[in-house]
């Protein structure tokens, strides 16, 4: 079973939609959970950061972590064509394998949002 | 202007040869770090540093150097020795444990490196 788990789609909605996106992990460990966009041939984007459980919301952006079924949950409001990306989750706990601050990463699912 | 910078933004290596790609960051981060990406594999990590001449092999080490003389840079070569080099690398860097939350890496623009 691989650590965490990403859905890499493709997902194409219609401008203005409500968009979610999900990873599932395994190691019970994982308190600090991350979002990354990357667009295409550019590095990847500090989106939202949290720590533990709980929603966090930044504009149309709400970040869902639920540990107890270790799940994390990206929701976009009213989708734009400019958030047409890969959006990559990103997980760590404390000294994780002895490294502090390495990240696990899924393998990111590409968003494509139609005008 | 903050930030990480990577050069150059494409590189060509023919068989046999190495070659080294930069990273600097101005953002007085303490660890920095270097991945590697594939299509459909996700971000790999190959070398991280928390501070200053110290330096960590990560996941897929093998064929890769780094060297730490300065805060402020990472660079990383990759050697004759790694099979499979061509690939987007990206860089990263973030804040020691000892002044902040650590976990939030940010990522300079990537090289992509094409082997010949």
């Known amino acids: 079973q691989k650590e965490v788990e990403q859905d890499p789609g493709p997902l194409s909605v219609p401008e203005g939609a409500i968009v979610s996106l999900n990873c599932t992990y395994s190691n019970s460990a994982f308190q600090y959970f991350m979002w990354y966009r990357q667009y295409s041939r550019k590095g990847p984007e500090l989106l939202m950061y949290?720590?533990?459980?709980g929603n966090k919301e930044d504009g149309r952006f709400t970040a869902q972590v639920d540990k107890s079924s270790k799940y994390i949950s990206l929701f976009i409001r009213d989708s734009q064509p400019s958030d047409s990306a890969t959006y990559l989750c990103?997980?760590?706990?404390?000294?994780?394998?002895?490294?502090?601050?390495?990240?696990?990463f899924g393998k990111g699912t590409k968003l494509s949002v139609k005008p | 202007d903050g930030g990480i910078t990577q050069s150059p933004k494409y590189l060509f290596r023919k068989e046999g040869q190495n070659v080294t790609l930069s990273c600097e960051q101005n953002l007085n981060h303490d660890a920095m770090y270097w991945y590697r990406q594939d299509p459909g594999q996700g971000l790999r990590l190959i070398y991280y540093?928390?501070?200053?001449?110290?330096?960590q092999k990560g996941d897929i080490a093998e064929g890769y150097s780094v060297s730490r003389e300065k805060k402020e840079s990472f660079p990383l070569t990759v050697t004759s020795a790694q099979k499979n080099p061509t690939a987007f690398y990206l860089c990263?860097?973030?804040?020691?444990?000892?002044?902040?939350?650590?976990?939030?890496?940010?990522f300079g623009p990537g090289t992509r490196l094409t082997v010949l």
């Open positions: 990263a860097s973030s804040i020691d444990l000892a002044t902040g939350t650590y976990n939030e890496q940010f």
């Open positions: 540093s928390q501070i200053v001449n110290d330096f």
């Open positions: 949290t720590y533990s459980s």
């Open positions: 990103a997980m760590s706990a404390e000294n994780y394998g002895g490294s502090q601050g390495n990240l696990i």
